[in-house]
């Protein structure tokens, strides 16, 4: 059975759901389904890329310029603002449900809506992704970008079925996802996303030690990827543990845009 019922689609998100919940709850609607159901047009989240806009997507470009309002971080607006030419709605962690519900209010009168978040939502983007679809009446589609994990990735040849992902860059409790890590490593590839600053390269490290990970494992820190000041240290797991500790950009040597890679235990082929 293909044909999603509309209380399985349209199931609206209770306040109590935490976001990432609300966002993976379901899954969206074809366009034949949601034209067949008369559905309202969507509202798009678009992934930006890593923050170069040779990396963004002409179909998410497209969605950024013909929307009529925009919402996003400041931080991620700021990438993309040239590619706007409706109303921008930037926000912070601190008033991002303001923002949000300012958005909602401009589609609820028909204007064409679109979310911007960095990289893929589908790495790291679900908990604001959730917020968005608490927010607004109307469906949400996701337009997928290309996330710094993907790129990570290529740089450190490490095939996405070889590998175990992991976010640690998101609120709540972390217990389960470092879990995974643990029982992964050395096994196979880690890909990680840390969490600025008291999850750090260097802690995570730490952590993979602890639970027996040999210090010979090849670790390597891409910072800032696909921007001119990108950067990449290649260390053994046990000397990146050195850097753990600390709650602060001063205690890191590490840039808060990294991605850390664990490869398997290869004998330190180069990757």
Request: net charge negative; hydrophobic share 40%.
């Amino acid at each position: 059975m293909t044909d999603a019922s509309p209380t399985d689609d349209d199931r609206p998100p209770t306040d109590d759901q935490p976001p990432e919940a609300i966002a993976a709850a379901a899954p969206e609607r074809s366009v034949a389904e949601a034209e067949r159901a008369d559905a309202a047009d969507p509202v798009y989240a678009v992934g930006i890329g890593p923050g170069n806009p040779e990396y963004l997507t002409p179909r998410g470009e497209r969605a950024i310029r013909e929307a009529d309002a925009v919402v996003g971080f400041e931080t991620v607006v700021d990438r993309v603002r040239d590619r706007i030419d409706g109303e921008v709605l930037a926000c912070g962690y601190d008033d991002q449900g303001e923002t949000l519900a300012a958005f909602a209010d401009r589609v609820a009168d028909g204007a064409a809506g679109t979310a911007v978040l960095m990289g893929d939502p589908n790495f790291s983007g679900y908990q604001f992704l959730g917020r968005v679809e608490r927010a607004v009446d109307r469906p949400v589609r996701v337009i997928p970008g290309i996330s710094s994990l993907q790129l990570a990735a290529s740089r450190a040849r490490t095939p996405m079925e070889d590998s175990t992902f992991v976010t640690l860059h998101k609120r709540g409790e972390l217990t389960a996802d470092r879990e995974r890590l643990r029982a992964d490593a050395g096994e196979r590839h880690l890909l990680v996303l840390p969490r600025p600053y008291d999850l750090m390269p260097g802690d995570i490290a730490a952590g993979l030690l602890d639970a027996g990970a040999s210090e010979s494992l090849t670790a390597l820190v891409y910072e800032r990827l696909t921007h001119d000041d990108e950067a990449v240290t290649r260390t053994a797991l046990g000397e990146l543990a050195g850097h753990a500790g600390g709650d602060g950009p001063d205690d890191t040597p590490f840039s808060d845009l990294s991605v850390l890679v664990v490869r398997a235990d290869d004998q330190g082929a180069t990757p």
